[in-house]
């Protein structure tokens, strides 16, 4: 058995290496080496980089509007605010909302870290509800029974790429006056009842880091239904001056309205983005490709209970990993297959490595019952998290599910 120590070195090894791995066109043909993540980089992308170099203008530029206005086409409405990285979105929605100490926040308690620690850096308490099995996602049924009379708001995560049903979740929120986050930093083309999330709640977040749908080396966006609640932020984003450098008459003459931040993007990264976001259609339409085949390559492997997936036509998965968790008796062994495929060339990773309540600072801070979260540790303990990014081909699929196929066949 490994710690947890030693468990958690090994998703950071597994992000190393994910990062290693930052270079331009994509080498399947060329070796077998299958990286968990790899951006995809061509020559648009570096002349796109390369003409805002060429210029003067680094920041508070024409880019990050440009950027703003096609990503908000490419989600299919909303108003889009560009952002420093997806931590500082969530952190911009948990202040804009005015989360206080003594505020509860239902979130699941499986998530990215920084779901959480945007509610804790408001100085509110997190209140974690468990996952369902089969999605990874929030267990809805279980939201009402955690709502007090001091729940202000429900954050929550579209798990690995997967939909959560929002229109459940904005009527709890709607009957008790609560406000809706949503964490959509993998799920940039997920999409729930013909809407793209992040325009169902109050606010949606999105990441653009290396390993994500798409990059801009790091970054984020902000995207809300509600114009006033995308402009406030935008401005407090910016230090709360109360005019961009572009509509300054005066060069260098402002005034300032509020407290702030900067939590700006550059015109770099925007311009990377752009050229990026031209690519979503293709990047989904791969990873949807080889998510299918290696599922369908997997459902042939009696180790393996089930695939995480959307359970409905109506909810449509955006493929950013495929979770395979193991069957019962199998899943002592999951940091063994890991390590295995690992030294097979086929990168793998854990989505999350543990539920958040059991992570130190918030275990220490809350000391959540395991019997809280058990969907989630099986889900943490039990499950393998593998490729299907743009960067690989459904020979590749083959070539994992053989491979994982005969790792678990001689443990
Ligand atoms: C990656 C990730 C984040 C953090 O994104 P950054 O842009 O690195 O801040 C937040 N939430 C989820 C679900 C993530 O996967």
């Given at each position: 058995?490994?710690?947890?120590?030693?468990?958690?070195?090994?998703?950071?090894?597994?992000?190393?290496?994910?990062?290693?791995?930052?270079?331009?066109?994509?080498?399947?043909?060329?070796?077998?080496?299958?990286?968990?993540?790899?951006?995809?980089?061509?020559?648009?992308?570096?002349?796109?980089?390369?003409?805002?170099?060429?210029?003067?203008?680094?920041?508070?530029?024409?880019?990050?509007?440009e950027f703003e206005t096609k990503f908000s086409n490419f989600v299919g409405g909303g108003t889009a605010v560009s952002t420093s990285s997806c931590?500082?979105?969530?952190?911009?929605?948990?202040?804009?909302?005015?989360?206080?100490?003594?505020?509860?926040?239902?979130?699941?308690?499986?998530?990215?870290?920084?779901?959480?620690?945007?509610?804790?850096?408001?100085?509110?308490?997190?209140?974690?509800?468990?996952?369902?099995?089969?999605?990874?996602?929030?267990?809805?049924?279980?939201?009402?029974?955690?709502?007090?009379?001091?729940?202000?708001?429900?954050?929550?995560?579209?798990?690995?790429?997967?939909?959560?049903?929002?229109?459940?979740?904005?009527?709890?929120?709607?009957?008790?006056?609560?406000?809706?986050?949503?964490?959509?930093?993998?799920?940039?083309?997920?999409?729930?009842?013909?809407?793209?999330?992040?325009?169902?709640?109050?606010?949606?977040?999105?990441?653009?880091?290396?390993?994500?749908?798409?990059?801009?080396?790091?970054?984020?966006?902000?995207?809300?239904?509600?114009?006033?609640?995308?402009?406030?932020?935008?401005?407090?984003?910016?230090?709360?001056?109360?005019?961009?450098?572009?509509?300054?008459?005066?060069?260098?003459?402002?005034?300032?309205?509020?407290?702030?931040?900067?939590?700006?993007?550059?015109?770099?990264?925007?311009?990377?983005?752009?050229?990026?976001?031209?690519?979503?259609?293709?990047?989904?339409?791969?990873?949807?490709?080889?998510?299918?085949?290696?599922?369908?390559?997997?459902?042939?492997?009696?180790?393996?209970?089930?695939?995480?997936?959307?359970?409905?036509?109506?909810?449509?998965?955006?493929?950013?990993?495929?979770?395979?968790?193991?069957?019962?008796?199998?899943?002592?062994?999951?940091?063994?297959?890991?390590?295995?495929?690992?030294?097979?060339?086929?990168?793998?990773?854990?989505?999350?490595?543990?539920?958040?309540?059991?992570?130190?600072?918030?275990?220490?801070?809350?000391?959540?019952?395991?019997?809280?979260?058990?969907?989630?540790?099986?889900?943490?303990?039990?499950?393998?998290?593998?490729?299907?990014?743009?960067?690989?081909?459904?020979?590749?699929?083959?070539?994992?599910?053989?491979?994982?196929?005969?790792?678990?066949?001689?443990?």
């Amino acid at each position: 058995m490994l710690t947890l120590n030693e468990k958690t070195n090994l998703s950071e090894k597994a992000i190393l290496s994910d990062q290693k791995a930052s270079c331009s066109e994509i080498p399947h043909e060329i070796s077998r080496e299958i990286p968990f993540g790899r951006p995809w980089i061509d020559e648009a992308d570096k002349q796109a980089v390369l003409e805002v170099l060429n210029g003067h203008v680094l920041t508070h530029g024409p880019k990050c509007k440009e950027f703003e206005t096609k990503f908000s086409n490419f989600v299919g409405g909303g108003t889009a605010v560009s952002t420093s990285s997806c931590m500082a979105s969530l952190h911009l929605a948990a202040l804009h909302i005015g989360l206080k100490p003594g505020d509860e926040v239902i979130v699941p308690a499986q998530t990215h870290v920084a779901t959480v620690h945007a509610i804790e850096l408001v100085g509110a308490t997190p209140v974690f509800v468990d996952c369902e099995l089969r999605t990874g996602n929030i267990d809805i049924a279980q939201i009402e029974t955690k709502i007090t009379n001091k729940t202000k708001a429900i954050f929550l995560v579209h798990y690995a790429g997967i939909p959560v049903a929002m229109d459940k979740i904005n009527s709890i929120a709607k009957a008790r006056n609560l406000k809706v986050v949503e964490d959509c930093a993998l799920a940039i083309g997920t999409i729930y009842k013909g809407k793209h999330v992040g325009l169902w709640g109050d606010v949606g977040c999105f990441s653009f880091y290396p390993v994500k749908h798409m990059t801009t080396g790091e970054g984020g966006m902000l995207i809300s239904k509600d114009e006033k609640t995308a402009r406030d932020i935008a401005h407090f984003r910016a230090f709360s001056v109360d005019r961009t450098f572009s509509e300054r008459k005066i060069p260098g003459v402002y005034d300032v309205t509020g407290v702030g931040l900067n939590y700006r993007m550059s015109e770099m990264q925007a311009a990377l983005g752009c050229s990026q976001v031209a690519k979503l259609p293709e990047i989904l339409e791969r990873r949807k490709r080889n998510f299918l085949r290696l599922k369908e390559a997997l459902s042939k492997i009696p180790q393996i209970d089930h695939v995480l997936d959307s359970p409905h036509p109506d909810f449509i998965n955006s493929h950013y990993c495929l979770i395979a968790v193991l069957s019962e008796e199998n899943q002592k062994n999951r940091n063994d297959v890991i390590m295995q495929l690992t030294e097979q060339g086929i990168g793998c990773s854990v989505y999350y490595p543990q539920p958040v309540p059991r992570m130190k600072y918030y275990r220490d801070k809350y000391k959540t019952s395991p019997e809280e979260y058990k969907n989630a540790s099986c889900i943490s303990d039990g499950s393998l998290a593998l490729p299907v990014g743009p960067h690989l081909n459904e020979e590749d699929m083959s070539l994992i599910a053989r491979t994982l196929n005969k790792i678990l066949n001689q443990l």
